[in-house]
T-cell receptor, first 113, second 115 residues
Framework: AAGVIQSPRHLIKEKRETATLKCYPI?????VYWYQQGPGQDPQFLIS???????DKGSIPDRFSAQQFSDYHSELNMSSLELGDSALYFC????????????FGSGTRLTVV | AQTVTQSQPEMSVQEAETVTLSCTYD???????LFWYKQPPSRQMILVIR??????QNATENRFSVNFQKAAKSFSLKISDSQLGDTAMYFC????????????FGQGTILTVHP
C-alpha cells in the first residue's frame, strides 16, 4: 500500500540558510500535518492543512512557512536556519479529522551546522 | 488545552512476558481519540492501536490491547508475549476537541525487551 512519502530523508544546512521539506500524502487523504521532533523529545505539532487551506497552527516559528498544493502534497519552508532547528521533521496524512488514524512518513532529519 | 502524561520514562521486560505502559490525559472534551504509536530505532512512527472515546470496549490488535478508563482519563497499553522487535519508544497520543485533527503526544516510554 502507498505510504506517506517525505523528501529528502536527510538534509544538512548551514546556519542562516533555507531548507524546503516535501511531503506526499497517501492518495485520497485530504489533510496533512507537520511535526517537529527534537532529540529525545516527543513530536510537537507545527501546522496542518485541509483541502489546501491551513486548518490548525501550533508552535511553528515565524521563520517557517508551509503550504499544500493542488495535488495535496505539502512543503515546509524553513528560512534563517538556527542550530536549534536540527530535528526530525515528520509529515502525517489522514482523512478529515483524523478519525481513522494518522499515517506518518519516515521523516526528514535536518541537521543545521 | 489537552495534556498527555506518560510517567514511565523507561520499562524493560523479558521476551515472552507481558508489560503494561501507562498513560493519563487531561481534557474537557467528551469526544476524542487516543492512540499508541511505536517509534523503533529507525525513528519511523508506527500506529499500534487506536481507541475512540465513545466506545466502551477496549481496543485490541493481536498482542496489543488497551485498558481505557474514561472516568479516570487513563489509557494503558498491554503488550503480551513480548518480542525483541517490540523494543522501541512508545508514545501515547490524543486528538479531539477544538484542536481536532492534530495529535498531542506524551513524553514517551522507552521499552526494552530482553532475550
Amino acid at each position: 500500500a502507498a505510504g506517506v512519502i517525505q523528501s529528502p530523508r536527510h538534509l544538512i544546512k548551514e546556519k542562516r540558510e533555507t531548507a524546503t521539506l516535501k511531503c506526499y500524502p497517501i492518495p485520497r487523504h485530504d489533510t496533512v500535518y507537520w511535526y517537529q521532533q527534537g532529540p529525545g523529545q516527543d513530536p510537537q505539532f507545527l501546522i496542518s492543512f485541509y483541502e489546501k487551506m491551513q486548518s490548525d497552527k501550533g508552535s511553528i516559528p515565524d521563520r517557517f512557512s508551509a503550504q499544500q498544493f493542488s495535488d495535496y502534497h505539502s512543503e515546509l519552508n524553513m528560512s534563517s536556519l538556527e542550530l536549534g532547528d536540527s530535528a526530525l521533521y515528520f509529515c502525517a496524512s489522514s482523512l478529515r479529522g483524523g478519525n481513522y488514524g494518522y499515517t506518518f512518513g519516515s521523516g526528514t532529519r535536518l541537521t543545521v551546522v | 488545552a489537552q495534556t498527555v502524561t506518560q510517567s514511565q520514562p523507561e520499562m524493560s521486560v523479558q521476551e515472552a512476558e507481558t508489560v503494561t505502559l501507562s498513560c493519563t490525559y487531561d481534557t474537557s472534551e467528551s469526544n476524542y481519540y487516543l492512540f499508541w504509536y511505536k517509534q523503533p530505532p529507525s525513528r519511523q512512527m508506527i500506529l499500534v492501536i487506536r481507541q475512540e472515546a465513545y466506545k466502551q470496549q477496549n481496543a485490541t490488535e493481536n498482542r496489543f490491547s488497551v485498558n481505557f478508563q474514561k472516568a479516570a482519563k487513563s489509557f494503558s497499553l498491554k503488550i503480551s508475549d513480548s518480542q525483541l522487535g517490540d523494543t522501541a519508544m512508545y508514545f501515547c497520543a490524543f486528538a479531539g476537541g477544538t484542536s481536532y485533527g492534530k495529535l498531542t503526544f506524551g513524553q514517551g516510554t522507552i521499552l526494552t525487551v530482553h532475550p
